[in-house]
C-alpha cells in the first residue's frame, strides 16, 4: 500500500515549457486534489476532483489543466510554464465516511518545480 | 476566502504550552488540522465538525467554536516531536469537500 505517489519529485522547466505531474493513489478513494505551496501562503487548492470524470477549479487554477480518466490517477498539466509557477506541489486525495462528512486528506510527498 | 493562522511562529522549550488561533469569515462544518514536518508533506492531525467538540491526539487537542467560526490547537507539554509548521484546513457548506488551508503557524520546539 504506497498511498499517494506523485512523479516526479523535482523538474526544471524554462518559461514556455509544458509538463504534466502524475498522482496516483491506492486507497480507492473519490476525491482528489492538487495544491501548490509558497513560503508563507500555505497551501493553495489549484484544481480538485470529486469522482472519475469531474473536475473543479479551486482558489488559483490559472495556467493549470488537470484531467482524472482513472480514480486512481490526477494529473496536473501547466500548457506554458511561467517563472511565477516556481513552486512545490502537492496531491492529496481523501474518502466520503458513510455520513456524509468529509474525512482527512492524505498528501503526496509532492514535487518540487522551477520555472526559469 | 483562507482563513487567518496567529501566530505566524512561535517558539517554545520542551514542557511549554502554546495555543494556535485559526479564525474564518465564513460559517464552518468543520475545521482540520494539519502538521508539516520540513520538507515533507502535511500529515493530518484531526478534525472538528461544527457542534463545538474538542477533540485530542497525544497531548495535542483542538477546539470549535462554530459560533465564532474559530478554532484553536492547544499543545500541551511540547515534546521536540511536536515542531513543524501547523495549519488549519476549514470547509464551508457548500458540500463540495474542499478545503481552505491558512497560510500556516511555525512551532519550534527547543530542548
Known amino acids: 500500500n504506497a498511498g499517494v505517489t506523485q512523479t516526479p519529485k523535482f523538474r526544471v522547466l524554462k518559461t514556455g515549457q509544458s509538463m504534466t505531474l502524475l498522482c496516483a493513489q491506492d486507497?480507492?478513494?473519490?476525491?482528489m486534489y492538487w495544491y501548490r505551496q509558497d513560503p508563507g501562503m500555505g497551501l493553495r487548492l489549484i484544481h480538485y476532483?470529486?469522482?472519475?470524470?469531474?473536475?473543479a477549479k479551486g482558489e488559483v487554477p490559472d495556467g493549470y489543466n488537470v484531467s482524472r480518466l482513472k480514480k486512481q490517477n490526477f494529473l496536473l498539466g501547466l500548457e506554458s510554464a511561467a517563472p511565477s509557477q516556481t513552486s512545490v506541489y502537492f496531491c492529496?486525495?481523501?474518502?466520503?465516511?458513510?455520513?456524509?462528512?468529509?474525512?482527512?486528506?492524505?498528501f503526496g510527498p509532492g514535487t518540487r518545480l522551477t520555472v526559469t | 476566502q483562507q482563513p487567518v493562522q496567529s501566530p505566524q511562529a512561535v517558539i517554545l522549550r520542551e514542557g511549554e504550552d502554546a495555543v494556535i488561533n485559526c479564525s474564518s469569515s465564513?460559517?464552518?462544518?468543520?475545521v482540520h488540522w494539519y502538521r508539516q514536518k520540513h520538507g515533507e508533506a502535511p500529515v493530518f492531525l484531526m478534525i472538528?465538525?461544527?457542534?463545538?467538540e474538542q477533540k485530542g491526539h497525544d497531548k495535542i487537542s483542538a477546539s470549535f467554536n462554530e459560533k465564532k467560526q474559530q478554532s484553536s490547537l492547544y499543545l500541551t507539554a511540547s515534546q521536540l516531536s511536536y515542531s513543524g509548521t501547523y495549519f488549519c484546513?476549514?470547509?464551508?457548506?457548500?458540500?463540495?469537500?474542499?478545503?481552505?488551508f491558512g497560510a500556516g503557524t511555525t512551532v519550534t520546539v527547543r530542548a
Open positions: 492529496a486525495s481523501s474518502y466520503l465516511v458513510g455520513t456524509g462528512i468529509s474525512y482527512e486528506q492524505y
Open positions: 486507497m480507492n478513494h473519490e476525491y
Open positions: 476532483s470529486v469522482g472519475e470524470g469531474t473536475t
Open positions: 465564513k460559517a464552518l462544518y468543520s
Open positions: 472538528l465538525l461544527k457542534g463545538g
Open positions: 484546513g476549514t470547509e464551508g457548506f457548500s458540500n463540495d469537500y474542499k478545503l481552505s
